[in-house]
């Protein structure tokens, strides 16, 4: 068995809610040491799957299976999801934060390992007796939740009550809580949603961690692309309960399937080869043809418009970072505040649209708009007058 094995093979599954679709036909596999991102525009079913993989659902059709590393095998699709957890080492964390805010941090890293510790005090009993293969256990659970405290650099607030925590600490805090469970698969829904871009960098130096020195397989839905295109081994696209694209972040970042489903284009490459087409035409013009504009004489409109209109700031220009995805036109992550490469593609939607040449074809000719306008007036007036006749 090397280190890169498949973990989790995903095969055929479907997921139908009376007449939808939620998961289409979908087969992807994660392997073990390896961050696998399940990327795909809001609605697209990446929940669904991972509601699916930990046994919340049971998929309509469709094979999950889990090979731990004692070789030993899962249909995760028939097993309940208590026994995904405890058995086939599958844990998750949630898209919205389900600590306990009342307890302590170590409390909730303890109450984590709550089944293992029952098991060994012989269900109560054996604690109370104080029995010392029970005693040995409890303090390998405190040793284990303070070792993963340390990992995620909250030692110093173990006794705090977990719902005074920052919202970045809240999420480090709910993973390790998962990996106190001794999983072989982890499962994020979303991680970074609402993390500011240091806490960002904290989880993805987290996860980076657990995947390294564990050896751990990681399968991670999010929205924040500079976390998935920096952390990730693998990426699977979604879109529609579909898979649409599968492999290296650069691979999936470069493919027109995957574009055209968060920028709802139609055609991309017509797309793209219009940008470029204007991009070389912009480049051929001799940069003389625009001098003598610039030699003419100011107008006098510059005194007319002394108003504060004059002094309107020239807009931002918006720059997406190199590896940020650009997410589908007009659907922002729920709930999420990284919505800014969200809105950097947004924003340069429009500019790419105006590189085409369609844009200038459907403008109306000035002087037909001229001509036309005295007729709209005509055929107004001619409406209010019938409307009037139709009263009297
Ligand atoms: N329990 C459910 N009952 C009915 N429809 C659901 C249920 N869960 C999810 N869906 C639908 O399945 C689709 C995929 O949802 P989800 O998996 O949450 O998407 P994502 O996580 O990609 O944003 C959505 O249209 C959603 O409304
Ligand atoms: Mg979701």
Redesign the pocket.
């Known amino acids: 068995m090397t280190n890169k094995d498949t973990i989790l093979s995903v095969e055929h599954v479907s997921m139908i809610?009376?007449g939808?679709v939620?998961v289409n036909d979908l087969s992807f596999e994660a392997r073990r040491g390896e961050i696998t991102a399940l990327i795909?525009?809001?609605?697209?079913?990446?929940?669904?799957?991972f509601?699916c993989i930990t046994g919340f659902?049971k998929p309509t059709q469709g094979m999950m299976k889990l090979t731990r590393s004692n070789g030993e095998t899962y249909l995760l699709e028939r097993l309940p999801d208590f026994q995904v957890n405890r058995e086939a080492k599958v844990a998750r964390t949630f898209?919205n934060l389900r600590l306990f805010s009342g307890l302590t941090l170590l409390e909730n890293l303890l109450v984590a390992q709550h089944n293992a510790l029952n098991k060994a005090s012989y269900y109560t009993v054996g604690g109370l007796l104080g029995l010392s293969h029970y005693k040995t256990f409890a303090a390998e659970a405190k040793d284990k939740a303070r070792y993963w405290l340390d990992r995620i650099g909250l030692t110093a607030r173990a006794d705090d009550p977990a719902g005074d925590l920052p919202y970045g600490a809240q999420r480090r805090l709910e993973i390790a809580r998962a990996m106190c469970t001794g999983p072989e698969l982890l499962c994020l829904d979303e991680p970074a949603a609402g993390l500011n871009p240091r806490e960002s960098d904290d989880l993805n130096r987290l996860l980076l961690s657990i995947r390294d020195d564990h050896n751990m397989a990681i399968l991670l839905?999010e929205h924040d692309m500079s976390v998935v295109m920096g952390i990730s081994d693998h990426v699977v696209v979604?879109d529609y309960?579909k898979k649409i694209s599968d492999g290296t972040p650069n691979h999936v970042k470069n493919d027109p399937a995957v574009i055209r489903a968060y920028l709802g284009v139609e055609d991309v490459e017509e797309e793209l080869a219009a940008i470029d087409k204007a991009a070389a035409k912009t480049a051929a013009t001799p940069v003389v043809a625009t001098a003598p504009a610039a030699k003419a004489p100011l107008p006098k409109l510059a005194s007319e418009f002394k108003s504060e209109r004059v002094n309107i700031p020239p807009p931002p220009v918006l720059k997406l970072p190199d590896e940020a995805m650009p997410a589908r036109a007009g659907s922002a992550s729920a709930g999420s505040e990284k919505a800014a490469p969200v809105k950097a593609a947004e924003d340069k939607k429009p500019a790419a649209k105006s590189a085409t040449r369609k844009a200038p074809a459907k403008k109306v000719p000035a002087k037909k708009a001229a001509a036309k306008a005295p007729a709209k007036k005509a055929s107004a007036k001619a409406g209010k007058t019938s409307k009037k006749g139709g009263r009297s």
């Not at 795909?40 to 799957?49: E, F, I, R």
Request: aromatic share 10%; net charge positive.
């Open positions: 809610f009376g939808l939620a795909g525009p809001n609605g697209a079913g990446k929940t669904t799957v509601n659902y898209q839905i979604l309960g």
